[in-house]
């Protein structure tokens, strides 16, 4: 009779071939073949190496950001959800993979039972024993038209999805982290400005305080120098704050402290990130990992049809088993104790007021808000990456126009303060000087920091973030399914 079970099993493996899912095709991307071109867009060069094997290590060349980066991979919350999920994904794979094989058990049971004189139909009590051995399928489904199959499908495509939701992850925050150590490295230039340029008011205020007392000075000279210290006070107080909240920002992405033993950070103006390749357009499809995660939900609303269709065809289930059974134990292996069951059934849907065709449009429908959300991922995509790239050259050409506006604002500085104090201009003019230089050193921080974040995103919008080193994608195997 084991032979049997078997032999059943193979022949129900044999009839699970058939599959309802529908062809997939790859919906065409909704973009250009191209990048943008134009006044504010450098021409695009191919490199040897793409942006998302480009290891986040040698694109961020601050080894103080390396190790705040490092430490976030390891402590970060999102981080440890995304990769808990594909546990749970994977789980939950294994389970309905399960359902294609038949569930084999085996069972033993024995019974004693007393029964009295008046219930008995011999008019006597008595003692009765029974014992059973028996192994057996129990409830197997013939998966003949595939709805068990697509359902596994769907659920190895969802648990796909979750390991690129988990790249997503990363490569955000490796991005986030980056953005928020250069908020807090530029906020912390802006304070440093800002103690400076107090520190150069007040020593005015106190020089022109003085020549009012002499009365070379008048009482409006000495009200505008005021006026420039106090506003820088309240400047310097915007900063300490936002030094402060831009630590806690990066305390939570870092999951725990940040690091006391930190290497000597790179100043702000030095040569912070490498350069990244844009490369074609198309690359987005198979780098972004987020777009892989859209493809890989549209596959799983794909074969989610599939199960509803064969919901439209009878399915079968099986139930069978063989044992023994004895009245004594030790007759329980003995010949002739033996006993099987085959019970098969069949279930045939006749009427259920629309809900199969009901549930198979739905699917469909799923479907194509699948198709929107992948072809929308694609553009947001591609919007970003072109952004990337015109703020490239763009801030470049900023950031050469406002060091070059600093020059000219500390020339200015340097002849206002000369024909002030010996007496050519007014003090007017002066506090001018002191204020427009003020502007432009602020102004100048502020663009580093907007051209670092727009890098930074360029290098996210591409697929970085990633991998740990260059050349680290060559040494990893691509993903496969789960073993069940």
């Not at 406002?402 to 604002?409: G, K, M």
Request: net charge neutral; hydrophobic share 40%; proline share 4%.
């Amino acid at each position: 009779m084991t032979k049997s079970l078997l032999s059943l099993a193979v022949t129900a493996l044999i009839l699970s071939g058939c599959s309802l899912i529908p062809d997939y095709q790859t919906p065409d991307a909704p973009v250009a073949t191209h990048w943008p071109q134009g006044p504010a867009y450098s021409p695009t060069e191919s490199a040897d190496v793409a942006a998302a094997e480009q290891g986040w290590r040698q694109f961020f060349q601050d080894p103080a950001l390396q190790q705040l980066i490092q430490t976030s991979l390891v402590n970060n919350r999102d981080l440890r959800v995304a990769a808990l999920n594909i546990d749970a994904y994977r789980a939950q794979y294994r389970i309905q993979r399960a359902d294609l094989f038949p569930a084999v058990s085996a069972t033993g049971s024995g019974s004693r039972q007393r029964t009295p004189a008046n219930m008995s139909q011999t008019g006597e009590s008595g003692i009765t024993s029974q014992y059973s051995a028996t192994l057996g399928v129990s409830a197997y489904e013939l998966d003949l038209f595939g709805r068990v199959r697509s359902l596994s499908e769907q659920a190895l495509e969802t648990y796909l999805s979750s390991e690129q939701a988990r790249r997503s992850t990363q490569i955000a925050l490796v991005a986030s982290v980056a953005n928020a150590y250069y908020t807090w490295q530029a906020d912390q230039a802006l304070l440093k400005l800002t103690e400076d340029t107090l520190k150069t008011y007040e020593e005015s205020y106190n020089l022109t305080r003085r020549s009012n007392e002499v009365g070379v000075a008048s009482a409006l000279d000495l009200s505008q120098a005021r006026t420039a210290v106090e506003g820088a006070r309240v400047k310097l107080s915007q900063y300490q704050r936002l030094v402060a909240q831009d630590l806690n920002s990066l305390t939570v992405l870092l999951g725990t402290g940040v690091p006391a033993n930190l290497p000597a950070p790179l100043k702000l103006d030095a040569d912070q990130l490498a350069e990244v390749p844009a490369g074609l357009p198309s690359d987005l499809l198979t780098r972004r990992p987020d777009i892989q995660e859209a493809e890989h939900l549209l596959k799983a609303a794909n074969a989610n049809i599939g199960a509803a269709r064969a919901a439209f065809f009878p399915s079968i289930s099986l139930t069978a088993n063989a044992g023994t059974l004895s009245p004594d134990m030790d007759g329980l292996f003995k010949g002739g104790s033996g006993t099987w069951l085959f019970q098969p059934q069949i279930n045939l849907p006749i009427f259920n007021a629309g809900s199969l065709r009901a549930s198979l449009d739905y699917s469909k429908i799923q479907k194509d808000i699948n198709v929107a959300k992948y072809e929308k991922t694609i553009q947001t995509a591609f919007q970003e990456v072109s952004d990337g790239l015109a703020a490239r050259k763009t801030f470049e050409e900023q950031l050469q126009a406002q060091r070059d506006l600093v020059a000219a604002n500390q020339d200015y500085y340097r002849l206002a303060e000369r024909r002030y104090r010996i007496g050519i201009d007014s003090n007017l003019t002066f506090l001018d000087a002191q204020r427009n230089l003020f502007s432009a050193q602020q102004s100048l921080i502020s663009d580093r920091l907007s051209q670092l974040t727009s890098e930074v995103n360029l290098y996210k919008a591409l697929g970085g973030g990633w991998y740990e080193r260059t050349g680290q994608a060559n040494q990893q195997a691509s993903l496969q399914a789960p073993k069940g």
